[in-house]
């Protein structure tokens, strides 16, 4: 018997490459589980996001008086994302997990189900489309040509920015910064300036546990991290009776409760599976509203996996001298079949996580790593109660951390060099200013072109880059255009 359980882990250890890239099939377990705790949000975030708006028609999403069908939009979510993030695992081998996109999501909600006389199910078949399209430009070659036409420096500074990006979101969601009821500022720390309550303590107790065992080298910290935060956090509400987060009570817990639940296991509701149409939104809204739509969200799921996938590959240490991860087309052609899985399980489209870089950061390489987080979210549609245990606070610590591995990939770019320091100094500000993985990526294109034309080197432009930078010309102007043609 330990003769062939070592057979079998030598053929997995074979198949994901793990001995080769330096881990081990503990090492891309564990790092999977922390990428599952630290994006295990979306199932409660998607469904409260999806849920709180009704159609065109005032119908909620998947019914329900006054709200949509939470139960069931949060089974499918889990279920899309698990099915999604194993495919990545065993079609790329990478160590990225998928889930619905967070600001794909609220465009889908409040700016497209919401027009007149549209269902959910076209909007839905809107999100389809959309990952059919891009299907279809990775097929051809043409999204992994963008890419990879994209410089060097530049995608150091996409990876770069995407560290402060996913640093802003831990702390923002987990409180420890905030929007301040004066106004006066734009953000302040904690409460009027300080940190006078019990879930902003969880959250630097999570900060600084998790740095101390990664300076001392413990294998796990991340995820030790999390789970020790999320214990304190369960013994502090016990205690306190904090309660959740409202305007009532602004020094409660970010997302959850973290109290122990009822019951651990709950039968899953995947009664909106499939229910989209596909087509239906032409009638509803005419062919030209619904391709501004459709180009509204490629747009932004074409470059947000692509600054994803550079950033994990990075932290990861898998990336080729030209910045490239390996397999790229199977990351690409994965991540459209995302959206189009999205789309059809009526949860949003489903996109790569930044996320991920936490499990990256706790030592994940490989697929397996994609493979355990999409596991873990099959086993949520069933252990939903005790997914929504953990708080933001003893969750988000993970991306803090994280961040900061992949600051100091800084270095490789040449700021000296201004027509490719400025570039990427937007790119980096950019992504967590404008809460934008997109926003950055575009600001860096557009103004590196138009620099190498300033300088009169416009030869040295990639073809691909001119295409791009009108693309993102037109994305960013899409304001304007969508209200002259009245949607």
């Known amino acids: 018997m330990v003769h062939d359980q070592a ?17 081990t099939v503990w090492t891309e377990v564990r790092g999977g589980l922390v990428t599952f705790f630290t994006m295990s949000y979306i199932v409660v975030l998607n469904p409260l996001i999806l849920g709180s708006v009704p159609d065109g028609t005032g119908q909620f999403l998947g019914g329900g008086d006054g709200r949509g069908d939470i139960e069931a939009i949060a089974a499918a979510t889990a279920l899309v994302a698990g099915v999604m993030s194993i495919l990545m695992g065993v079609v790329a081998n990478f160590p990225l997990a998928l889930a619905a996109g967070l600001g794909l999501n609220a465009v889908v909600a409040f700016s497209v189900a919401a027009l007149p006389g549209m269902t959910w199910a ?29 410089p060097r420096e530049l995608k150091i500074a996409i990876s770069v920015g995407i560290g ?15 929007i301040p009821a004066s106004l006066a500022t734009p953000t302040e720390l904690g409460l009027g300036g300080s940190l006078g309550a019990w879930p902003l303590f969880v959250f630097a107790f999570g900060v600084l546990l998790a740095a101390v065992l990664m300076v001392r080298r ?13 214990v304190v956090a369960v013994v502090i509400e016990a205690v306190g009776k904090i309660g959740g987060r409202t305007a009532d009570n602004p020094g409660g817990w970010s997302l959850n409760v973290p109290a122990l639940p ?24 005419g ?19 692509m600054g994803t996938m550079v950033a994990i590959g990075g932290e990861a240490g898998l990336l080729d001298e030209k910045g490239n991860p390996p397999r790229t087309k199977q990351i690409l052609i994965v991540d459209s079949l995302a959206a189009i899985g999205g789309g059809a399980g009526s949860v949003s489209s489903n996109t790569a996580y930044v996320e991920s870089a936490s499990g990256v950061g706790d030592g994940a390489r490989t697929g397996l790593a994609a493979i355990t987080t999409g596991v873990a979210f099959l086993l949520a549609t069933f252990l939903a109660p005790l997914v929504q245990m953990v708080p933001h606070e003893a969750a988000t610590p993970a991306l803090v951390i994280v961040g900061f591995l992949m600051v100091v990939q800084v270095t490789g ?6 027509e490719v320091a400025i570039p990427a100094f937007l790119t980096m500000v950019l ?22 034309v300033a300088v009169g080197k416009v030869r040295k432009v990639h073809p691909l880059l001119w295409v791009a930078a009108v693309l993102f010309l037109v994305y960013f102007l899409m304001g304007p255009i969508r209200a002259a043609v009245g949607i």
């Open 7 to 23: 057979q079998r882990l030598g053929a997995v250890d074979r198949f994901f490459k793990i001995s080769e890239r330096g881990s």
């Open 122 to 150: 076209d909007a839905m078949g809107i999100v389809v489309l959309e990952g059919i399209v891009i299907l279809i430009l990775v097929v051809t070659g043409f999204r992994e040509a963008v890419f990879k036409a994209v």
């Open 164 to 178: 402060l990006f996913i640093t802003f979101i831990g702390v923002y969601d987990a409180g420890f910064v905030r």
């Open 218 to 230: 413990v294998r796990g910290a991340i995820l030790i991290a999390i789970v020790a935060s999320t």
């Open 262 to 285: 009822d019951s651990v296991v709950a039968l899953p509701d995947f009664s909106l599976i499939g229910q989209f149409s596909l087509f239906g939104s032409f009638e509803k809204i």
């Open 287 to 305: 062919p030209i509203a619904v391709i501004l739509l459709v180009f509204t969200l490629l747009i932004a799921d074409f470059f947000d996996t």
């Open 413 to 418: 770019i040449d700021w000296k060099n201004l």
């Open 431 to 452: 992504m967590p200013f404008a809460y934008s993985i997109t926003v950055g990526i575009g600001a860096g294109v557009i103004s590196y072109v138009l620099l190498k």
